[in-house]
């Protein structure tokens, strides 16, 4: 029962990023507003840890999985991709490094902030 608890708050979650997404004319997806949403919720302890830490704790264990039929969509289009292969090797690189960017950023102020909340 416990597991069916969880997972209905990471589903409500979910369905109120569907609901921001068709509300907010904005080119973000569900699944961003869903995650953004949560996050809030976490962050002012309307919904604690606990209440979602088993089933997010599987869903993460299971991410890889989750991963294997867009890998194969992609195995499957690569005569296509293949045409624009340096475009998608500086794309990624240069994404990635502004993600480590944005992502350190980010964790050095929210660390101030939890400094500074104490």
Do not use: H
Request: aromatic share 12%; proline share 4%; net charge neutral.
């Amino acid at each position: 029962m416990k597991y069916i608890y969880q997972a209905a708050v990471i589903l409500l979650f979910t369905f109120l990023g569907e609901a921001l997404a068709a509300l907010i004319p904005l080119e973000i997806p569900a699944a961003i507003w869903g995650l953004i949403l949560l996050f809030l919720a976490l962050c002012f302890k309307i919904v604690k840890v606990e209440q979602i830490k088993d089933c997010g704790g599987w869903l993460i264990a299971i991410l890889p999985i989750l991963f294997v039929a867009p890998t194969v969509n992609l195995l499957d289009q690569a005569g296509v991709l293949a045409a624009s292969l340096p475009a998608f090797i500086v794309i990624v690189v240069v994404s990635t490094f502004v993600v480590f960017a944005v992502a350190g950023w980010v964790t050095q102020l929210l660390g101030r902030w939890k400094e500074d909340g104490k």
